[in-house]
Nanobody
Framework: QVQLVESGGDLVQPGGSLRLSCAAS????????MGWYRQAPGKQRELVAT???????DYADSVKGRFTISRDNAKNTAYLQMNSLKPEDTAVYYC???????????????WGQGTQVTVSS
């Protein structure tokens, strides 16, 4: 059973920091791009940041300069370091990974269950 498990969500004051983790487990041949998305109440899910298997990154304009995505390929884990948090960053944060389960097989998107980040004083 392939799983993506996020952790690290919490309640934090404005200006604070959090670090989210996303660990992929199960029988996985390769992990391609990984990414973080978020969904606030009443809003559509939006892209926050992505990272390729080679380490190239991309960010939503709203988080550039404040958030940093990284990954540890040996641990099949991606991270999202979030600094200078704002109330508008409040959302459920989801991890997505493009996984290949066997050699020469198709690649599919897998999603985690989400972790709640609340920024409030």
């Amino acid at each position: 059973q392939v799983q993506l498990v996020e952790s690290g969500g919490d309640l934090v004051q404005p200006g604070g920091s959090l670090r989210l983790s996303c660990a992929a487990s199960g029988s996985i041949f390769s992990i391609n791009a990984m990414g973080w998305y978020r969904q606030a109440p009443g809003k559509q899910r939006e892209l926050v940041a992505t990272i390729t298997s080679g380490g190239s990154t991309d960010y939503a304009d709203s988080v550039k300069g404040r958030f940093t995505i990284s990954r540890d390929n040996a641990k099949n884990t991606a991270y999202l370091q979030m600094n200078s948090l704002k109330p508008e960053d409040t959302a459920v944060y989801y991890c997505k990974a493009v996984l290949q389960l066997r050699p020469n097989s198709n690649k599919y998107n897998y999603w985690g269950q989400g972790t709640q980040v609340t920024v409030s004083s």
